[in-house]
């Protein structure tokens, strides 16, 4: 007798947890099927309000909080991946089940695309010596599959009017909330503890977020609230017209305050999409107000950011001093140091890479260093999908941005009014992402790759308001 107890006194606390796991998933499968948008607000909101840090650029590393990667050590996935793999399928069993259905998109074979692409990757390593797990990490290719997934819940559960409008008013109030932190911080705090130019280049600046992700939702969140701005109606009265400045002052604020170039430049991409949005007289206010009290204040802050880590050299070397070596662009060494280690890696396989567990030679170049010994990534959207599926997976990714742009230039002029800002609000960060896209790591964050997926779905979801027609996607 004495013995069963002290067995189940020893087998108590793992079964505990066992239970409270189960009964935590059976809960979470219901939830997700009787309030599935629900879910995905609470996702959503995890997504824009949830610092994305890394200890390589803390100043205390004990501080860092980066929820996108808990789990991993312990389920492999990270938490927020499963949450979003699990949602995914219990909306297809409840719209299965259900008869319901979303919105229709041509992105899908896109991402259909993808996934057999990833899949095959899977069936190659498990044939050979190469490791299934690493091809299924997020150095690999995961994360354009899991924007597949948000991209599809989104037309899948905002599929009405008052969806629609309730979730513009959702994303500008917690975009403001997060941009308001971003402000005090940088005011009474120091600014984000996350700084690469302090801690990595010496740099005493303070900055208001160094994430790009962060900048994102401010550009998302500033022409949002302009064209809202622009409009009359219910959604400008004297409140809320107020708030709509409030937040276009922060999100320039945000974004200029950044003090990265890669924002800068995604910043001038959003602006030329408004202008091009923007009919006479209106086109020239806007290019005015850009033209005298825009550009003057990016270059002063620039001139503030590079001059106080500059060495000398012309205008060029001092704006760009990790790719101008002696007033020659150099790629040996420097930012294209690991660019130049890739391409030389690939060589031959330039058809289809290395693959998603494919890794380029970096010990050979001292500027690579900081990789601290992992060359699964490069700092290139678009150098990391070559490295990892060659030219094949460069002309799936550039088909789906192709289709998507010749569906919003298609459709761009027949928006009707109620929804042209969140329309354009979507072409701006998208716009805007690209500049990170090419120069950064965008593809091994879940964060940055999910909230592109949700931007990447909101004209797709318009047009389908519009035509009354929804289809299964």
């Not at 402000?183 to 303070?206: K, Q, T, W």
């Not at 599926?389 to 230039?409: D, E, M, N, R, S």
Request: proline content about 3%; aromatic content about 16%.
């Amino acid at each position: 007798m004495n013995e069963i107890v002290q067995w189940i006194a020893a087998w108590l606390p793992f079964g505990a947890i066992v239970g409270g796991i189960l009964m935590g998933l059976v809960i979470s499968f219901a939830s997700a099927l009787v309030w599935p948008r629900y879910l995905m607000l609470v996702f959503l909101a995890i997504f824009i309000l949830a610092p994305n840090e890394g200890t390589w650029a803390m100043r205390d590393v004990s501080a860092a909080l980066n929820v996108y990667e808990k789990g991993q050590r312990y389920f492999f996935f990270p938490i927020l991946q499963l949450y979003l793999w699990g949602l995914w399928l219990s909306v297809q069993l409840r719209f299965g089940v259900s008869g319901e259905r979303g919105f229709r998109s041509p992105l899908g074979i896109w991402f259909i695309a993808f996934a057999v692409l990833i899949v095959s990757h899977v069936i190659f390593a498990a044939a050979t010596d190469e490791s299934v797990l690493t091809t299924l990490s997020r150095s690999g290719l995961v994360n354009i599959l899991n924007m597949g997934i948000a991209f599809s819940l989104m037309l899948q559960l905002f599929v009405t009017d008052k969806n629609v409008e309730s979730l513009e008013r959702w994303f500008l109030i917690v975009f403001a909330g997060r941009m308001v932190w971003g402000a005090v911080r940088f005011v009474a705090l120091g600014g984000d503890p996350m700084n690469y130019y302090e801690v990595r280049s010496n740099i005493p600046v303070r900055i208001t977020f160094f994430d790009i992700n962060d900048n994102l939702l401010a550009c998302a969140a500033l022409f949002l609230a302009a064209w809202r701005l622009a409009q009359g109606g219910a959604w400008r009265g004297r409140v809320m017209q107020w708030f709509y400045v409030v937040v276009i002052v922060l999100g320039l604020f945000t974004i200029v305050l950044c003090f990265r170039r890669t924002m800068w430049a995604g910043l001038i991409l959003a602006t030329v999409v408004l202008l091009t949005s923007r009919h006479w007289p209106h086109r020239a206010a806007t290019a005015g107000a850009v033209a005298f009290l825009g550009i003057p204040a990016v270059l002063l802050v620039a001139f503030r950011r590079f001059s106080e880590g500059s060495h000398g050299g012309g205008l060029i070397a001092q704006l760009f001093p990790d790719v101008v070596q002696g007033g020659r662009l150099t790629y040996e060494t420097g930012r294209f140091a690991e660019l130049t280690a890739m391409f030389r890696t690939v060589g031959d396989n330039w058809l289809w890479g290395l693959g998603s567990w494919g890794e380029f030679a970096g010990r050979f170049y001292a500027d690579v260093a900081y990789h601290g010994g992992n060359y699964g990534y490069v700092h290139s959207g678009f150098g990391h999908i070559y490295m990892k599926a060659g030219l094949v997976g460069i002309a799936l990714f550039c088909g789906l941005l192709g289709t998507f742009v010749a569906f919003a230039i298609r459709h761009r002029n027949r928006i009707e009014a109620r929804f042209r800002p969140i329309f354009e609000m979507s072409l701006a960060a998208s716009v805007f992402s690209l500049a990170p896209f090419v120069g950064g790591t965008s593809v091994v964050e879940l964060r940055t790759m999910v909230l592109i997926g949700v931007f990447l779905s909101l004209p797709f979801m318009v047009v389908g308001l519009q035509s009354k027609e929804p289809a299964s996607p």
